[in-house]
């Protein structure tokens, strides 16, 4: 009997598989991995996440065809955000201490084999002298030379494994830092925002045609909106979008009372006021909701969102500050 359960914490998983069963051509053919850390199958990004109905039963039923017995676990009950990155977090620091005592082992595999390769090198002829044909030392000398060949080689592979495992550890401890960075933070806010209306429309619904008495078609009075089993999974959903925007505007306030993030908008920017961005002060043409328009050394102008500036000074402010540069 196999058993695919789903639960918020630990994602989407398999249980009752062994190797060699069968199981994994079905289980890679509908999108499965195997997770080495995990000993078990799972579905990629499930974890956190509302389960993915029509890949279970893809599953369930591709499995059955293939002559096993399956029966399934779903819990949809969700965590709070707060719990997920706390979870997050621990996980990355964990995944950083691993790929730190990685990139260790290998650099001092890395160190051996060019020692090596030093001594390999070392045993042959000094001044690179030729080979002797003929000469009861040419065997030896040939194997040296190929024994040094092969010592540089390993030794070039084992540095190239030790950079890129430190690449890997130093790219993996900056992750946490960059998934809550300022501009990361307020784009995350705006795709769950956009994200959360998108489920309360499908809760609300919309005007669809219907027939009448007369067998004619009709626009509804009102809007049709979901019912049953996938009223109440969109109403979860929803309650997990909105606890999301709850903890990352706070994070943002934090930001913002800490100096990291600024709040500018259309109330504190004016046209002909000066803005900073990545790519340094423009002159702000046009304040809009969400964005502001500024010159550019073209006949067009571009638009930058609020939460990408950096600085803002009024026309008179910058004006004074060109001039004491200068």
């Known amino acids: 009997m196999l058993t695919i359960t789903h639960t918020h914490e630990a994602g989407t998983l398999i249980e009752g598989t062994t190797k060699g069963d069968g199981t994994s051509e079905v289980l890679k053919a509908n999108g499965w ?22 890949k279970i039963e893809g599953t369930a039923t591709a499995l ?9 676990e779903i819990d949809e009950t969700t965590r709070s955000t707060a719990d997920v990155e706390a979870a997050k977090i621990e996980r990355q620091a964990q995944r950083v201490e691993a790929l730190e005592a990685k990139a260790q082992r290998k650099s001092t595999v890395a160190d051996d084999a060019e020692r090596r390769a030093r001594a390999a090198g070392d045993a042959l002829p000094w001044g690179g002298e030729p080979i ?9 000398h040939r194997k040296a030379i190929d024994k040094a060949h092969r010592a540089m080689g390993a030794s070039v592979a084992a540095d190239r494994d030790a950079t890129e495992a430190a690449e890997r550890a130093a790219t993996a401890a900056h992750t946490t830092g ?8 307020a784009n995350r806010i705006k795709k769950i925002e956009a994200d959360a209306r998108g489920t309360q ?7 669809e045609w219907i027939k009448d008495e007369a067998g004619r078609d009709m626009l509804s009075n009102e809007p049709i909106g979901a019912t049953g089993a996938y ?47 990545r790519f340094g002060w423009a002159e702000v043409v046009r304040a809009n909701a969400k964005t502001v ?16 500036l950096t600085d803002h000074k009024t026309a008179a402010e910058y004006a004074e500050a060109r001039a004491a540069i200068s």
């Open 231 to 277: 009223r109440e999974r969109l109403l979860t959903r929803l309650a997990d979008q909105n606890d999301q925007l709850t903890y990352w505007r706070q994070i943002r306030a934090e930001q913002i009372a800490t100096g990291k993030a600024t709040k500018y908008s259309r109330e504190t920017i004016n046209k002909g006021d000066y803005v900073r961005y």
């Open 178 to 185: 960059a998934r809550y960075s300022v501009q990361t933070v």
């Open 293 to 308: 328009s500024v010159k550019t050394e073209y006949t067009w102008t571009d638009k930058i969102e609020y939460e990408a």
């Open 132 to 140: 002797k044909i003929g000469h009861h030392s040419e065997n030896r």
């Open 33 to 54: 991995r195997w997770g080495r850390s995990i000993a078990s199958w799972f579905v990629p990004m499930s974890r956190d996440r509302m389960p993915k109905l029509y």
């Open 201 to 207: 429309r499908h809760i609300d619904g919309r005007r």
């Open 64 to 72: 059955r065809a293939a002559g096993f017995e399956v029966e399934t």
